[in-house]
């Protein structure tokens, strides 16, 4: 059950498109259709954001995109707005009912 | 409306025991899986325990294995989690979560801070 891998930090200007990675393995990201992303902003729980990889859940902006290519998925932020600024979390059912979280990306809007 | 509201934690010692509780309204609690994630201070999110939706099958992180237990009474729509020697890595906001068949988490209560130290 070891983390999947996300960059601790990530910046981008209004208006702007950024990436986040979340790299797993073929035991987890790999394995399943099965991500979800979580913006969590200070002291707030967490909001899913995209799930099943990149499905969208109703209510949330459509400027969030999620895809996937082997072991690495993705998160892009299009059109960045300041109410962004929050941290982000990958996660990825891991098999027989258990799930890995990403170390978390801080997103700084500039 | 969903809500979840945690309620338990606290300051606890090494070795020493708590037991979360989740209360849920809004929606068919006994119809649905739950789980507890938790926060450490700074850090970031890790899943600890779920439960199915009859209560009958749990499962545990390898950290909390033997030590932990999730439960559920959906005549009180009440999750639960009983934590014993609790160790001071332990310490973290624990937030529980409803569970959809996506295998994702789409309502998070507000989350408990349990403290364990000396």
């Known amino acids: 059950q070891s983390a999947l891998t996300q960059p601790a930090s990530v910046s981008g200007s209004p208006g702007q498109s950024i990436t986040i990675s979340c790299t797993g393995t073929?035991?987890?990201?790999?394995?399943?259709?099965?991500v979800s992303w979580y913006q969590q902003h200070p002291g707030k729980a967490p909001k899913v954001m995209i799930h099943?990889?990149?499905k969208r859940p109703s209510g949330v902006s459509n400027r969030f995109s999620g895809s996937k290519s082997g072991n690495t998925a993705s998160l892009t932020i299009s059109g960045l707005q300041a109410e962004d600024e929050a941290d982000y979390y990958c996660?990825?059912?891991?098999?027989?009912?258990?799930?890995?979280f990403g170390g978390g990306t801080k997103l700084t809007v500039l | 409306e969903v809500q979840l509201v945690e309620s338990g934690g606290g300051l606890a010692q090494p070795g020493g025991s708590l037991r979360l509780s989740c209360e849920a309204s809004?929606?068919?609690?006994?119809?649905?899986?739950m789980s507890w994630v938790r926060q450490g201070p700074g850090k970031g999110l890790e899943w600890v325990s779920a439960?199915?939706?009859?209560?009958?099958?749990?499962y545990y992180a390898d950290s909390v294995k033997g030590r932990f237990t999730i439960s559920r009474d959906s005549s009180k729509n009440t999750l639960y989690l009983q934590m014993n020697s609790l160790r001071v890595e332990d310490t973290a906001v624990y937030f529980c979560?409803?569970?959809?068949?996506?295998?994702?988490?789409?309502?998070w209560g507000q989350g408990t801070l349990v403290t364990v130290s000396s």
């Open positions: 979560a409803k569970r959809e068949p996506g295998q994702f988490f789409d309502y």
């Open positions: 809004g929606f068919s609690f006994s119809s649905y899986a």
């Open positions: 439960i199915s939706a009859s209560g009958g099958s749990t």
């Open positions: 073929s035991s987890d990201v790999g394995n399943y259709n099965l």
């Open positions: 099943e990889d990149s």
């Open positions: 996660c990825s059912y891991a098999g027989s009912f258990t799930w890995v």
